[in-house]
């Protein structure tokens, strides 16, 4: 199911329907690395690290395309005025922002319970994580809108 919020209903799925569930139990050494030893508790730490490696994979090479297109266009901007490339990379930063938005609200949907310390402390740092590379990338659309002021 991409769509957690579904109803099985809308997936087709009604009286007399057979499901089947797969998944992996956490072993010992899975459960040790939580607060609980529980296996909700770390599911919760599996779907933080999904989405961090997900933004990692995905949005680290875009944010850093990003940033060099930025800096090329920032050092050739005396010799070109183009206000195309300008635009792209405005168009690029609000992409990227748009992602990692994303990637926000699907950590905002992981409640962790408060005796789950340990998944607690990866929200945060996940949350943490995700809004640098935001600051990150509105640094470099900041320096584009300000190249403009100064010409």
């Known amino acids: 199911m991409k769509d957690d919020m579904a109803t099985l ?60 297109s930025a800096s090329s ?5 005396n010799t070109n005025n183009d206000d195309t490339t300008k635009s792209k990379l405005v168009d690029t930063h609000h992409y990227i922002i748009e992602n990692l938005m994303q990637t926000l609200l699907s950590l905002d949907d992981v409640v962790c319970p408060p005796e789950f310390e340990t998944a607690r402390k990866k929200r945060r740092e996940a949350v943490k994580y995700i809004q640098g590379l935001i ?5 470099v659309k900041e320096q584009l809108l300000h190249s403009s002021d100064n010409n």
């Open 9 to 68: 209903a809308s997936l087709g799925i009604g009286p007399s329907s057979k499901v089947l569930l797969m998944g992996t139990k956490p072993d010992a050494k899975d459960l040790i690395q939580t607060t609980t030893g529980s296996p909700e508790e770390h599911a919760l730490i599996e779907r933080i690290s999904q989405s961090i490696e997900k933004t990692k994979t995905k949005l680290i090479p875009q944010i850093e395309s990003f940033e060099f």
């Open 73 to 77: 266009f920032l050092s050739n901007q």
């Open 135 to 139: 600051d990150r990338v509105d640094g």
